[in-house]
T-cell receptor, first 109, second 113 residues
C-alpha cells in the first residue's frame, strides 16, 4: 500500500525560509514530486527527485532520502503569492501519482 | 493554449443523473490520468490510459464510473446515477512518453445536489 504524511498547515513570514517535510511508505517508487496548488486551481509542478540528494530550482529546493522514506521542500525568500497548498506525491507503477493530503502554507507580513 | 483542457469547468446535477466530463491532453502526450480531489485532500488516482488502452483502474472507481479514450487523444469520464459523495474536483493530467512529469488540467468541479 501507499502512505504519505505531511503536516496539514504551516505559517511563515514574508522573506523567511520554510521547510515542508514529507514521509512516505510505498510499495513501488519511481520518484517523488512536489506540486503547488492554489485554491480552486490545478496542481502545478515544482520539483522531482528520483535519486538521493538536493535538487535546487530558483527559490525552491527539494531533498530526497530513499532509505529514510523522507523528502522536504524548501522555500526561500517567501512571498505572499507562495501562500498555497503544497502536495507531496510519490510516483509508482505506471507513473501514477499517490498524493499526500497537502500542506496549507500561509505567508504573513 | 497548448495545455491540458477540461470541459465543463463546473457541473451541478441532481442525485441520480448521469454526467460526462471531457479531457483534452497536451498534443503527443500518450499517457492520460484521471484523479479526484475532495476539499482538504490531495488528488486520488482513478484511472490511466496509455494511448487508447486503459491500463489501470483504482478500487475507488465503482461500477458507476467509466472512462474511455477511443482514439488515444481526448478522454471522457462518465458517472452514472450520481450520488452526493461524488461531489469533488475531477482532474485530468497527461504526460509525454518517457517523461514522468504530469501536467494537470484546470479540473471539472462536480456538485451533486
Amino acid at each position: 500500500g501507499q502512505n504519505i504524511d505531511q503536516p496539514t498547515e504551516m505559517t511563515a513570514t514574508e522573506g523567511a525560509i520554510v521547510q515542508i517535510n514529507c514521509t512516505y511508505q510505498t510499495s513501488g517508487f519511481n520518484g517523488l514530486f512536489w506540486y503547488q496548488q492554489h485554491a480552486g486551481e490545478a496542481p502545478t509542478f515544482l520539483s522531482y527527485n528520483v535519486l538521493d540528494g538536493l535538487e535546487e530550482k530558483g527559490r525552491f529546493s527539494s531533498f530526497l532520502s530513499r532509505s529514510k522514506g523522507y523528502s522536504y521542500l524548501l522555500l526561500k525568500e517567501l512571498q505572499m503569492k507562495d501562500s498555497a497548498s503544497y502536495l507531496c506525491a510519490v510516483s509508482g507503477g505506471g507513473n501514477k501519482l499517490t498524493f499526500g493530503t497537502g500542506t496549507q502554507l500561509k505567508v504573513e507580513l | 493554449d497548448t495545455g491540458v483542457s477540461q470541459d465543463p469547468r463546473h457541473k451541478i446535477t441532481k442525485r441520480g443523473q448521469n454526467v460526462t466530463f471531457r479531457c483534452d491532453p497536451i498534443s503527443e502526450h500518450n499517457r492520460l490520468y484521471w484523479y479526484r480531489q475532495t476539499l482538504g485532500q490531495g488528488p486520488e488516482f482513478l484511472t490511466y490510459f496509455q494511448n487508447e488502452a486503459q491500463l489501470e483502474k483504482s478500487r475507488l472507481l465503482s461500477d458507476r464510473f467509466s472512462a474511455e479514450r477511443p482514439k488515444g487523444s481526448f478522454s471522457t469520464l462518465e458517472i452514472q446515477r450520481t450520488e452526493q459523495g461524488d461531489s469533488a474536483m475531477y482532474l485530468c493530467a497527461s504526460s509525454f512518453p518517457g517523461i514522468v512529469e504530469q501536467f494537470f488540467g484546470p479540473g471539472t468541479r462536480l456538485t451533486v445536489l
